[in-house]
Structures are given as C-alpha cells and as structure tokens.
C-alpha cells in the first residue's frame, strides 16, 4: 500500500524559511514522478514543484528562485526548501506521487497524481 507522509509545516514570518518533508512506503518511491501542491483557502489545489525520476525538476513560476525541491533516494523521502515565504504562500502543501517515471508536461494537473499525503499547514505571517 502506497504511503506519503508530509511533515515540516509551521508558522513563520514573511521573509523566512520553512522545509517540507515527504516520507514515501510503498512502493520504489525514488524511481516516479512526484510533487508538491498547495491549497489556500477557498483556492484550487495548484503545483508548485515536481521532480522526474532522473531528477528533471520542474517549478512554478510564482515560487522559482524561492522553492526548491530535492530527494533523498536512501530515505526514500522528498522535500521542498522554501526561502523567502510570502503570505501568499501559505496553504496545506501536499506531496504526490504519480505512476509515471517522467513527470508530464502538464506536470501541475492533479489528475497525473493518484497517490496523495494528508497535507501539512504553512502559515506565513506579515
């Protein structure tokens, strides 16, 4: 039975820094395509990174040059690094799995994702 668990969500300031975690069972988690959602409030869930099985990265546009995703293959864990937190930025973030090796080019739909974590609160204070 596939399994995500995010873990890492907080509250932090404008300005500061928060990593997400993603602890994958299951399945060979290292060797999907996998990313990271959001949903603010009254919003639709939207992607914000994703990562291919041989590393491609892909990020939206609103969080490039703040947020980075990343893996550890041994822990079989993802995470999201993000810098720079505006208030904008605060939502449940999810981690996904898909069952696809490459990431597709409408990586952000969620319907390439069938396997989903319970989703973690970032709140992002001004």
């Known amino acids: 039975q596939v399994q995500l668990k995010e873990s890492g969500g907080g509250s932090v300031q404008a300005g500061g820094s928060l990593r997400l975690s993603c602890a994958g069972s299951?399945?060979?988690?290292?060797?999907?395509?996998k990313a990271w959602f959001r949903q603010a409030p009254g919003k639709e869930r939207e992607g914000v990174a994703a990562?291919?099985?041989?590393?491609?990265?892909r990020v939206a546009d609103f969080v490039k040059g703040r947020f980075t995703i990343s893996q550890d293959n041994a822990k079989k864990t993802l995470y999201l690094q993000m810098n720079r937190l505006k208030s904008e930025d605060a939502a449940v973030y999810y981690c996904?799995?898909?069952?696809?090796?490459?990431?597709?080019?409408?990586?952000?739909?969620?319907?390439?994702?069938?396997?989903w974590g319970q989703g973690t609160q970032v709140t992002v204070s001004s």
């Open positions: 996904a799995a898909s069952i696809r090796y490459e990431c597709p080019y409408d990586w952000n739909s969620i319907r390439h994702f069938p396997y």
């Open positions: 299951g399945f060979a988690s290292r060797t999907y395509c």
């Open positions: 990562l291919d099985s041989d590393g491609s990265k």
